[in-house]
């Protein structure tokens, strides 16, 4: 109030106020001279540059955020999208007419997804299975997946990861949800060396075996359906991992001691918490050869070679008796627009019938791939790949695969969050497998962010 008080005794003061001065010209002596003229501008550019140099860039954020939503539609083209039909009375095998129910075909052939998840899984007598699409022959749109990836920068040299996914889908029985989501990856990186070549790794993380992990999500694919090898090198693990880039990243040298095999769950070979004290040991190697060291037309392309293992008592087993093992081998040929991929695998898993731990022999089987854009917008996928796999428990039942299937796609890129796919999946049987009618057109828009 006194500042107020003050201000109008000035204002009502009945002294005559001041008339300012109009500004005049500098005389003569007061105009600087060139050479001052130069050294104020000096002056100034050099306080200019000073202050650029004590601007500190905005911090990048510590937390990182993307994912994906990816829209399917699907044909099932006979056999009401089921990948196997039952053996009657064992007329194509009579070998095995010990079994209780004798099965042939594949029930994972009939895929629509990069999850992997099929058209239809059937309705098998004597079990009962979670048949997540359960289409019954018929086509339809479907929300694949939603995925959220969301992580910390802890550190300099530590970093977590975790990846969740979506998935809406019908509810088994009336007024019931059947929408599920799962934790995909939870995992803390921790980079040893300063050019950032050796990390480890702890939590639920990717496989080291083979490469087909490495594009297991739909905006990673070139294409949209796995391979018939998928569901033993695909899924994620729970442990501790290490990875190491040799030599100028010339040699790959991975590692993990796990839970669970890399199996993925919806097989029969996984279990994420273990049930005996024995723990799974997976390791590969791989030589990264730059060809462009070799060849100097091929400027940008690599080839890479690799070697996997996996060794460990058998998943759900409550012992360390019966040990699972698988052996592989992979190939990479890439350049900007161009890649070949193969990989071969084999195994075994003894079984454990008392505690339906299932049995497996996994002959001689794998993929070639080729990824191909012909233009920026537009490219075409190419695949053949074998299966040839006896799964049994005890003397209940027998699925007897020994399968081929030959896949076509084409794949349009608008920009580089939005993804149209479409492939053709013609499945057949060998080995004297009657022919399955189980072919499939699927296709699949991701949209990621």
């Known amino acids: 109030m006194a500042s107020l008080t003050i201000i109008a ?6 002294a005559a106020p001041e ?5 005049s010209l500098p005389s003569a002596d007061e105009v600087p001279e060139p050479d001052r003229i130069a050294e104020l501008e000096a002056r100034l550019a050099d306080l200019e540059a000073r202050m650029a140099q004590q601007e500190v860039p905005p911090e990048a954020s510590p937390i990182f955020f993307n994912g994906y939503v990816d829209f ?3 044909v099932p083209l006979g056999n009401l999208g089921v990948g196997w039909v039952r053996d009657f009375g064992n007329t194509q095998f009579p070998q095995y007419s010990n079994f209780g129910w004798t099965f042939l075909g594949d029930i994972l052939a009939t895929t629509v997804n990069t999850r992997g998840e099929v058209a239809d899984l059937g309705d098998a007598p004597g079990i009962n299975r979670f048949d997540s699409i359960n289409s019954d022959g018929a086509a339809g749109f479907l929300v694949n997946e939603v995925n959220a990836r969301l992580g910390y920068q802890l550190s300099e040299n530590a970093t977590l990861r975790t990846s969740i996914n979506f998935v809406p889908r019908t509810g088994a029985t009336d007024f019931s949800l059947g929408d599920f989501f799962d934790v995909d990856i939870a995992e803390l990186e921790y980079i040893l060396t300063e050019d950032g ?5 702890v939590g639920k993380m990717l496989p080291v075996f083979g490469i087909e992990y490495k594009e297991r999500k739909s905006d990673q694919r070139f294409g949209i359906t796995p391979s018939l090898i998928h569901r033993y090198t695909s899924g994620n693990q729970l442990g501790l991992k290490f990875r190491s880039k040799l030599l100028d990243n010339w040699v790959i040298i991975a590692g993990s001691l796990t839970n669970n095999t890399s199996g993925t769950e919806q097989f029969h070979f996984y279990s994420e918490v273990d049930r005996n004290s024995g723990k799974t040991l997976n390791g590969r190697i791989a030589i990264n050869v730059p060809i462009e060291r070799l060849i100097a037309a091929l400027v940008g392309d690599s080839l890479e070679i690799g070697f996997s293992a996996m060794w460990g008592p058998q998943d759900r087993a409550t012992d360390n008796s019966g040990s699972a093992w698988m052996i592989g081998a992979d190939l990479t040929y890439s350049s900007a627009n161009f890649a070949l991929k193969a990989q071969w695998v084999r195994g075994r898993s003894p079984g454990r019938p008392e505690e339906r731990v299932w049995e497996l022999n996994l002959q ?3 993929y070639v791939e080729l990824d191909w854009m012909v233009f920026p917008f537009l490219g075409v996928l190419a695949r053949a790949e074998l299966r040839d796999a006896e799964v049994f428990l005890t003397n209940e039942r027998y699925y007897l695969t020994k399968g081929y299937r030959i896949t076509g796609g084409l794949r349009a890129v608008f920009n580089p969050h939005v993804a149209l796919k479409a492939e053709y999946l013609h499945n057949g049987e060998f080995g004297g497998i009657s022919p399955i009618a189980n072919d499939i057109v699927t296709s699949s828009l991701v949209l990621s962010y």
């Open 9 to 14: 005794s000035e204002r009502t003061s009945w």
């Open 197 to 201: 070549g050796t990390s480890v790794f």
């Open 364 to 366: 001689h089987s794998g």
């Open 19 to 23: 008339e300012p001065s109009a500004p």
């Open 72 to 74: 399917g539609f699907f």
